[in-house]
């Protein structure tokens, strides 16, 4: 799939948004936005008391003992929901049914959290181009379009490549994936006291998101935040 035919795709569905009502992605009932007020309300939004380096859930909002014994390459973890039902459902139909207009709404509801914060630019998690050729588009760049746009921070898609393809991370257990994602991305420029925010969609066990904060700071990144829009939960 090109990713001309889907960007004139949701170029007509924006064109029938003006024209007719709207309606709930989630529960089909009329809506001024994709979601109505009532089922956003409903989406499982992550603690506020949550590990600063990794975003894992604890008690007591300190860092967590993963973290404590392996700290990962990234600095800080900022998500805003559980990835849990009906979370799940809305990434789902963003990435595989491409409906961009979603990754402009999780954009919206991201950025507020990352007002204020010192980055120089935004750099989406790369996907690989054989994945981005059947896809269309890559999510992650669609959202951090938004968050860029809104908090007028660079989006930089060029400097970190993914330049060989994976085994999918959910089909292999937590302890096989950081070996499985070691090498997988490139970096092709000078990052010398850049402060990075490294933007996906979803963060599972951060082994992705880890392994390229790594190859990030191997080009002189001085710091690299994470982002996402949803966080999978351990407990």
Not at 7 to 18: N, S, V
Not at 191 to 216: F, H, K, P, Y
Request: glycine share 6%.
């Amino acid at each position: 799939m090109s990713i001309l035919p889907q960007a004139l795709l949701e170029l007509c569905r924006k064109g029938l948004r003006r024209c007719l009502p709207n309606a709930c992605v989630l529960c089909g009932g009329n809506s001024d936005d994709l979601l109505c007020s009532a089922c956003e309300l409903d989406l499982p939004r992550l603690s506020t008391q949550c590990c600063p380096r990794c975003g894992e859930p604890v008690s007591d909002g300190c860092t967590c003992g993963h973290c404590l014994r392996a700290p990962p390459h990234f600095d800080s973890t900022t998500a805003l929901f559980r990835y849990a039902f009906p979370v799940d459902r809305l990434v789902h139909t963003l990435k595989y049914e491409g409906r961009l207009s979603l990754a402009e709404w999780f954009g919206c509801r991201l950025a507020p959290l990352l007002e204020g914060l010192p980055f120089d630019r935004i750099i989406p998690m790369p996907l690989h181009p054989d994945r981005l050729r059947e896809r269309g588009f890559n999510q992650a760049t669609e959202i951090a379009r938004t968050v860029g746009r809104i908090l007028r921070i660079p989006v930089d898609i060029d400097r970190c490549r993914r330049w060989r393809p994976s085994l999918p991370q959910a089909r292999l257990p937590l302890d096989a994936r950081a070996a499985n994602v070691r090498g997988i991305f490139e970096c092709i420029a000078d990052l010398s006291e850049q402060r990075l925010l490294l933007l996906d969609d979803v963060m599972t066990s951060g082994a992705t998101l880890n392994e390229c904060a790594r190859i990030l700071k191997l080009h002189g990144a001085a710091t690299v935040d994470v982002a996402a829009v949803a966080r999978a939960v351990r407990n």
